[in-house]
């Protein structure tokens, strides 16, 4: 009867040549102190880590060949979904075998762990299909009775940014009304807004979590790129179904000034 301790680490943006920046950040470079640190100390290890989308920008073999290898030395099982910018089909061939997992779900200890693909080709918005939203209800009957973590790249709710909001979860209304049948989920938690956001909606919490490369301003009607540094979220799930949780900047990476924001100009105008 011990906590499950999770590292999530989101929206990385990777690419297969590791020189490449977005934002304004060499995506490989923090990408790799963000695992350095969180996984510096022994006395915190994880027993698993959450990638929870968009991990290699470019669409390419050699992105998720570039994260694996920056993952493969800490020998932690690593869970996987896509985000908007992912190749959900190289995902699932590169990143499924002894260490690595694309969707599906996992048991640990106490917890059960759903790992939904909401990834929709062409879009930036997300969306469950029909045939995931009928595996996330069958999972929901399999975790029956345990505490049980639901992730995915969308949100599920609005976090207030209403740029971003607009390119969120099209069809929410049917996750919660898949959810709200069963009274074992105690969080979903998801990347896609580089921000940190906690607000509980019912019975259940809402998580997203700081990119591991730059960030979006929280609360703004329009994009506008953040002065945080790279960041990540530790979870312990707890066997009495709560969860302990805490977001961590990138120390000793200072942003001396606003990134440039090379994706979502339009959203200024």
Known sequence: MTAVRLLQVTDPHLYGDESRSIYGVNTAVSFRRVLEQALSDPARRPHAILATGDIADDHSAAAYDNFRRALLPYDLPVYCIPGNHDAPALMQHWLNDDQFQTCGSAMLADWGVILLDTHVAGSAAGRLDEAELARLEDEMKRFAGRPTLVCLHHPPVPVGSAWIDGLGLTNATAI???????????????GHVHQAFDQPRGLVRVLTSPSTCAQFTPGLPKCLMD??????????LMPDGSIETQVVWLRDWVVQERPPDDRYEGNNK
């Open 176 to 190: 919660w009304q898949i959810v709200d049948r069963f009274k074992n989920v105690k969080a979903m938690l998801a």
């Open 227 to 236: 002065t945080r540094p790279p960041g990540y979220r530790w979870l312990d």
